[in-house]
């Protein structure tokens, strides 16, 4: 995946949202100045970052390897879980969140949290620490000022989330306990994706590889998505519902590596 | 289908005197395998295939049976969305957003349906080994009644988000394990989207009455579980077994 498309693609949109909630030029002005020095940092390649950062070095290693193993698995699934409670807990801090949704949010955040605790007590001395996050991607965009940005990242963390924990499924099989919880977890995290994509006016279910209104940036979270070919058997042909309705009826899963790159674009 | 099911039990019958030949060979391999091995036993035997048993079908054991087994689910879910779109009073019973959310259900179990059946019926070594169409019948419901439905409809998508979690470790093939989470996590969408129709900007989307507030799990419910809640709806009038399922 192109990472500075990714960020210029979100920056775009970060600034239509701006230029709609707050009708100010300044405010997309000073975005576009930032862009420049957020593209340069994209630019760095990771594991360079990652040296850069001794501290965090070993960790980030041990988190960026390949997906194999149960630990490797649950590890992967622990990063995932730690940005999303992080990014729920600022969300709810954000005083942004209209009253309507409010329980909703505090109810995934609760469960973001205890996804977290329940990995890195699974994982005991194998946890990853928490990375340092930055939702704004470098000032990119502002989802703790802006509602529908906010919710935009929530909808692409959930899916992302969903197709993660479908693509680690084979990495448990021989631990019949991690398997199940990572299934339990897995569903949890797409009974939110299907309320965030319906708060957002979308259907709860992905069309295809349709993006659901995110920007052009985030179709890593979506392709191979429209898959109809499941076993060998064209879900298309079933009762002349059509491709749309065949690749709704199946999520697709996502390698850990592209699910990694994604992250990636939230951890400093 | 009965007559179909009657003709088989006649070879039957052999195959059964050979089940239990088989079946203390299976007891005394077990014996070895329990000291070396905290795995659950995961291995299917041949003489577990899905069919007739003694005049009643069996899911059958091992994966296949876990197929057969979610293959008579979405019968289950795919047969109510059918009858609940097809209802004479359902454009006045349902406002705009519900029809169109059912009627995606409709689809996507029926898709689940005929999937089950082409995959089960790929690997089958005769077809008398496929689960024939279950009947169904759904007592005093009302298709006209919003509340009846969309709450049959959550106990329906709450039990396939279940029976799919708890069935996963039971599958010993890697791609029948994807597959089976590929159709989860849909079901889990629609639950989560039937749950919010019914109490709309509550934490009922996932509830703590299915997700334990603890530890952020969703229900996992071994086979029999499943089996034994879903006969008591009393909503299935086809007579099946699951002696080798968990």
């Known amino acids: 995946m192109n990472i500075i498309k990714f960020l210029e693609s979100f920056t775009n949109e970060g600034m239509i949202n701006s230029l709609n909630t707050k009708g100010s030029r300044r405010d997309s002005f000073t975005q576009l100045q930032k862009m420049g020095s957020v593209a340069a940092m994209a630019a760095i390649p990771f594991g360079l970052s990652a040296f850069l950062a001794p501290a965090k070095a070993n960790t980030t290693t041990t988190f960026f390897g390949p997906t194999e193993t149960p630990t490797e698995a649950l590890q992967l699934a622990l990063i995932l879980e730690y940005l999303e409670d992080e990014f729920y807990a600022m969300a709810l801090d954000s005083g942004i969140i209209p009253s309507a949704d409010q329980a909703i949010i505090a109810q995934i955040a609760k469960h973001e949290n205890a996804h977290v605790n329940f990995l890195k007590s699974a994982l005991a001395d194998a946890a990853p620490e928490k990375p340092t996050f930055d939702f704004t991607a470098g000032g990119n965009f502002d989802p703790f000022n802006d509602y529908p940005t906010l919710l935009a990242l929530a909808q692409a963390f959930e899916d992302t989330g969903v197709r993660a924990y479908k693509g680690q499924a084979g990495n448990l099989i021989s631990n019949g306990d991690l398997l199940t919880a990572a299934l339990q977890i897995h569903s949890v995290e797409a009974m939110h994706a299907s309320q965030i994509r319906r708060l957002r006016g979308q259907k709860g279910w992905i069309i295809g590889s349709d993006r659901g209104g995110l920007p052009d940036a985030a179709q890593a979270v979506y392709t191979g998505e429209e898959n109809v070919m499941q076993a060998g058997f064209d879900t298309s042909m079933v009762g002349n519902f059509g491709s749309g309705s065949a690749s709704e009826s199946f999520d697709e899963p996502m390698t850990g590596a592209v699910a990694t790159n994604i992250a990636s674009l939230f951890i400093v | ?246």
């Open chain 2, 1 to 246: 289908m009965k007559k179909v099911q009657v003709e088989e039990v006649k070879p039957l019958h052999s195959r059964r005197s050979f089940l239990r030949i088989s079946g203390i060979a299976l007891a005394g391999a077990g014996l070895v395998v329990a000291g070396c091995s905290s795995d659950d036993d995961k291995a299917p035997a041949d003489n577990q295939a899905p069919g007739v048993r003694n005049g009643v079908f069996d899911l059958g054991g091992g994966d296949l049976g876990i197929l057969t087994y979610a293959y008579a689910l979405e019968q289950l879910e795919a047969d109510f969305y059918t009858r609940v779109v097809n209802s004479n009073t359902f454009g006045s019973t349902f406002n705009s957003e519900e029809q169109s959310v059912l009627t995606d259900l409709y689809r996507h179990e029926v898709i689940h349906r005929e999937f089950f059946k082409a995959a089960i019926s790929g690997v089958i070594t005769n077809e008398n080994q496929l689960l024939p169409a279950l009947e169904f019948d759904y007592g005093s419901l009302s298709f006209s009644n919003r509340t009846q439905v969309l709450a049959t409809a959550k106990t329906l998508e709450d039990t396939g988000v279940a029976a799919y979690n708890g069935a996963g470790r039971y599958i010993t093939t890697p791609d029948y394990l994807v597959l089976a989470g590929k159709i989860v996590s849909v079901e889990a969408r629609h639950a989560s989207a039937i749950r919010s129709l019914i109490n709309p900007g509550s934490t009922d989307f996932a509830g703590d009455d299915v997700v334990t507030a603890s530890n952020g799990l969703g229900q996992a419910i071994k086979p029999s579980g499943i089996i034994a809640a879903v006969s008591a709806l009393d909503v299935i009038q086809t007579p099946f077994t699951a002696q080798f399922l968990p």
